[in-house]
C-alpha cells in the first residue's frame, strides 16, 4: 500500500512539476469568443467587440479568469509546466466543433511606415485581444503564423500583465502612433487604447515573444499584423503556438519533493 502511494505521488509530481511529454487537455487548455463564428475572415467586423460574448471552453459559457472587458478572442491556460498548445479557428472547430473567429489584418499591431514615422499606427478594432494564464512560473513562446495564403507573414504582438475593465478598450482608437525601431515607442507603453489596469512586459515586431508568466497571474495579450499597407486589411487567420520552459527553480523544487517523498517513504519501511 506504501509503495502504491509513493508510486502516485511520483507520478503526480512528474506530470504536474516537470510537465514532461506531450500536452494534453489536462495540461492546457484553450477558450474562444463564439462571436462571428463561422465567418469568412475579415467577415462581420471586429469579434468580441461590444460585450466579453459568448464562449466556449468555460465552464459556464462566459469570459474566463473573471473578465469584465468589452473585447477578448480567445483566452490559454497552462496547467502544468512544459505544456504547449495551438490558438486558432482550426483549433475551435476541433475542440468545440466551433469555428472561432481568429484573424487580424495586416497593419493592426503597426502598419510599419518607418519612412514616415509620425504617421504610423495601429488600429484597435482590428487587433485582437487574448488573455493568457499559467498556473507555474515558467518561460513562455509567444509565435504567431498565417494560416491564409496571401502572403504576409510578419506580427506584431505586445504582452501586459493584468485586464482590463469594462467599458476602457478604445476600439476605433489608434495605438502604437508614431511607432519607430529605437527604444522610444508606443508599444512599450502601460494601458494601450484606454484601458485601465494593463502594465507593459513585452513586445516584438517579428512574430515571436518570450516572457516570464507568474504562477497564476492574467496577462492581456495585443496581436496584430506588422509592417501593412494599412491597418484595415487585408484580414487573415493566424494561428498563435504557445509553448513553455519550466524556470530552473520549478525543477530544484521538484528535486526537493522528490528528496522529501522517497525519504517519507524509507522512514515508514523502516518502521514497518
Same mark, same amino acid.
Given at each position: 500500500m506504501e509503495k502504491n502511494k509513493l508510486s502516485l505521488a511520483l507520478g503526480l509530481a512528474l506530470t504536474g512539476v516537470l510537465g514532461l511529454g506531450a500536452s494534453s487537455?489536462? +495540461? /492546457?487548455?484553450?477558450?474562444?469568443?463564439? &462571436?462571428? *463564428?463561422?465567418?469568412?475572415?475579415? =467577415?462581420? !467586423?471586429?469579434?468580441?467587440?461590444?460585450?466579453?460574448?459568448?464562449?466556449?471552453?468555460?465552464?459556464?459559457?462566459?469570459?474566463?479568469?473573471?473578465?469584465?472587458?468589452?473585447?477578448?478572442?480567445?483566452?490559454?491556460?497552462?496547467?502544468?509546466?512544459?505544456?504547449?498548445?495551438?490558438?486558432? +479557428? /482550426?483549433?475551435?472547430?476541433?475542440?468545440? &466543433?466551433? *469555428?472561432?473567429?481568429?484573424?487580424? =489584418?495586416? !497593419?493592426?499591431?503597426?502598419?510599419?511606415?518607418?519612412?514616415?514615422?509620425?504617421?504610423?499606427?495601429?488600429?484597435?478594432?482590428?487587433?485582437?485581444?487574448?488573455?493568457?494564464?499559467?498556473?507555474?512560473?515558467?518561460?513562455?513562446?509567444?509565435?504567431?503564423?498565417?494560416?491564409?495564403?496571401?502572403?504576409?507573414?510578419?506580427f506584431g504582438i505586445s504582452v501586459f500583465s493584468g485586464m482590463t475593465t469594462a467599458g476602457n478598450y478604445e476600439h476605433h482608437g489608434g495605438w502604437n502612433?508614431?511607432?519607430?525601431?529605437?527604444?522610444?515607442?508606443?508599444?512599450?507603453?502601460?494601458?494601450?487604447?484606454?484601458?485601465?489596469?494593463?502594465?507593459?512586459?513585452?513586445?516584438?515586431d517579428n512574430s515571436t515573444v518570450t516572457f516570464t508568466a507568474q504562477a497564476g497571474q492574467v496577462y492581456s495579450i495585443l496581436l496584430g499584423g506588422y509592417s501593412g499597407s494599412g491597418n484595415f486589411g487585408p484580414h487573415a487567420g493566424y494561428q498563435l503556438a504557445i509553448s513553455s520552459v519550466p524556470v530552473p527553480g520549478a525543477v530544484w523544487l521538484f528535486g526537493t519533493a522528490m528528496a522529501g517523498l522517497i525519504g517519507i517513504g524509507g522512514r515508514r519501511k523502516i518502521s514497518a
Amino acid at each position: 500500500m506504501e509503495k502504491n502511494k509513493l508510486s502516485l505521488a511520483l507520478g503526480l509530481a512528474l506530470t504536474g512539476v516537470l510537465g514532461l511529454g506531450a500536452s494534453s487537455a489536462a +495540461s /492546457a487548455h484553450v477558450m474562444y469568443n463564439t &462571436d462571428n *463564428a463561422g465567418s469568412a475572415y475579415g =467577415a462581420g !467586423g471586429t469579434d468580441g467587440w461590444s460585450t466579453p460574448g459568448s464562449w466556449v471552453g468555460t465552464a459556464d459559457g462566459n469570459a474566463p479568469f473573471g473578465y469584465a472587458g468589452p473585447v477578448a478572442n480567445w483566452a490559454a491556460q497552462l496547467h502544468s509546466a512544459g505544456a504547449s498548445l495551438i490558438v486558432s +479557428s /482550426a483549433d475551435a472547430l476541433d475542440d468545440y &466543433d466551433v *469555428a472561432a473567429d481568429i484573424d487580424t =489584418a495586416k !497593419g493592426a499591431w503597426n502598419d510599419g511606415k518607418f519612412t514616415q514615422a509620425a504617421d504610423s499606427q495601429g488600429w484597435g478594432h482590428n487587433t485582437d485581444v487574448g488573455l493568457f494564464k499559467s498556473n507555474v512560473t515558467q518561460t513562455v513562446t509567444l509565435t504567431a503564423s498565417n494560416v491564409d495564403p496571401n502572403g504576409w507573414q510578419i506580427f506584431g504582438i505586445s504582452v501586459f500583465s493584468g485586464m482590463t475593465t469594462a467599458g476602457n478598450y478604445e476600439h476605433h482608437g489608434g495605438w502604437n502612433i508614431g511607432y519607430t525601431e529605437d527604444d522610444t515607442t508606443p508599444a512599450t507603453l502601460d494601458n494601450p487604447l484606454g484601458t485601465v489596469g494593463l502594465t507593459f512586459v513585452g513586445y516584438t515586431d517579428n512574430s515571436t515573444v518570450t516572457f516570464t508568466a507568474q504562477a497564476g497571474q492574467v496577462y492581456s495579450i495585443l496581436l496584430g499584423g506588422y509592417s501593412g499597407s494599412g491597418n484595415f486589411g487585408p484580414h487573415a487567420g493566424y494561428q498563435l503556438a504557445i509553448s513553455s520552459v519550466p524556470v530552473p527553480g520549478a525543477v530544484w523544487l521538484f528535486g526537493t519533493a522528490m528528496a522529501g517523498l522517497i525519504g517519507i517513504g524509507g522512514r515508514r519501511k523502516i518502521s514497518a
